[in-house]
């Protein structure tokens, strides 16, 4: 496989990133074309100064999030076959190859190992200790004989295939993501690509390396060979998702929410009872898909009051059009799921009794200087049949968070945050 020279010299990191608008197909994320690669972040993500580290920063951040929470993202032991279809692209494994070549150059062995063989150059001392010996004649003439010793391996064509195998890796991740790093365009390798070959000789030296440094690196440039070898076209390359809105539910259940394990308890179920005794035929909730809250939030520690949080990546954000809000389903659901708590809580001693709130939670870009969330509370939505003076859930409140604020603060949990916004909830500043 011959790699695809850059079409054109290495452009700046502003050039690279897109901010602003969904995509026609929604997706968000890094895409690699025929020498050209571009970044896309979600929208309601803010762009920064014009700084090449500020950009990078921010792309390290994307991938970082990307991989925590898109459902596309897969373990990345998941890679290391070559007769597996469905492939992710490893641009972990490509960021770690090209740091490695920076701060240390090209892999080259210098770690001398051994061998229990009949010929070579003899390590006694290994010898004696590891070789059981052999008693030769008879008394008073014996003698202990070695038929086996420690000898030095010889694996100078090996080692070498390793360096250019490397060599071979740090090329393919300079034409993928090099404008990510601001230096030099590393020597073009001589060896032919050859995916089988440069597995198995990967695989063979991670069962016998005990350096873990270099262990990450044969695993990483493992990644990159498997993930060559099963693609048909090597100039197209992508990391991402098309549907952000299940990263933003989860970065604000990150950063916001209760333990998974606690919020089981907030779930409200529902069932089918068919039959004269009910117990004929039942169909429970908890077995297909139940009402779930996005997010509990708890404020303060004591007799806290809890905030449902319901995710929502609507534009709303970008130019305040109504129909980008939550509609009247949603709306209900966020009452159904406080009136549930309020209820279990009078028989369930662990649900706080403190007042409860709701919220819709929505992106937008606004100013960020990295002290505190950038949070604005927009109003609030309710519904014509419920007193919303009788009950401090009976308003929605629309809360408007800083995407680059939330995904730069991923994967901190702080009362601070939390403190932040119950305080925008309630209105009190």
């Not at 059981?132 to 003698?143: D, F, H, T, V």
Request: with cysteine; hydrophobic share 30%.
């Amino acid at each position: 496989m011959e790699l695809q020279q850059p079409k054109q010299e290495r452009p700046k990191l502003s050039e690279v990133c897109v901010y602003g608008g969904k995509q026609s197909d929604e997706f968000v994320g890094i895409r690699y074309d025929n020498g050209s690669l571009k970044v896309y972040f979600p929208f309601g993500y803010s762009k920064p100064i014009d700084d090449e580290k500020e950009y990078r920063k921010d792309i390290l951040n994307l991938i970082s999030v990307l991989a925590a929470y898109s459902k596309e993202s897969k373990s990345i032991d998941q890679n290391r076959q070559l007769n597996e279809d469905e492939v992710q692209f490893p641009i972990h494994a490509y960021i770690h190859v090209f740091n490695y070549f920076l701060n240390f150059g090209y892999y080259i062995e210098n770690e001398t190992t051994y061998k229990r063989a009949s010929n070579g150059k003899i390590n006694w001392s290994k010898t004696i200790k590891q070789i059981r010996p052999q008693i030769a004649g008879e008394y008073p003439n014996e003698s202990v004989v070695y038929l086996d010793f420690i000898t030095k391996r010889s694996s100078n064509n090996e080692n070498e295939i390793i360096t250019q195998i490397h060599k071979y890796c740090v090329y393919e991740s300079y034409e993928k993501i090099g404008c990510l790093f601001g230096y030099f365009r590393p020597e073009k390798p001589t060896i032919p690509f050859n995916a089988k070959m440069f597995a198995a000789i990967l695989k063979n030296k991670i069962s016998r390396t005990f350096n873990e440094k270099h262990i990450q690196l044969f695993r990483n440039m493992l990644d990159i060979v498997c993930y060559m070898g099963k693609r048909n076209d090597n100039r197209k390359a992508s990391f991402g998702t098309n549907d952000f809105e299940y990263v933003w539910e989860s970065l604000i259940d990150q950063i916001f929410g209760i333990e998974k394990r606690e919020k089981e308890k907030y779930y409200p179920h529902c069932a089918w009872h068919i039959g004269d005794n009910n117990n004929d035929a039942e169909w429970n909730e908890t077995k297909r898909t139940a009402l779930r809250p996005d997010t509990i939030m708890l404020f303060p520690k004591e007799n806290a009051k809890i905030f449902v949080l319901d995710a929502k990546y609507y534009q709303y954000g970008e130019n305040r059009e109504p129909k980008r809000l939550p509609g009247t389903g949603s709306i209900v659901k966020q009452i159904a799921y406080a009136e549930f708590i309020e209820t279990e809580r009078e028989e369930n001693q662990d649900i706080p009794k403190g007042d409860i709130y709701n919220a819709f939670i929505l992106p937008y870009a606004t100013a960020f200087d990295g002290s505190k969330y950038p949070i604005e509370n927009f109003g609030y939505a309710d519904c014509n049949w419920k007193n919303t003076e009788a009950k401090t859930y009976h308003k929605i409140y629309g809360i408007l968070l800083d995407v680059r604020s939330i995904m730069h603060r991923h994967p901190s949990h702080s009362d601070k945050d939390i403190a932040e916004l119950a305080a925008k909830i309630e209105g009190r500043n």
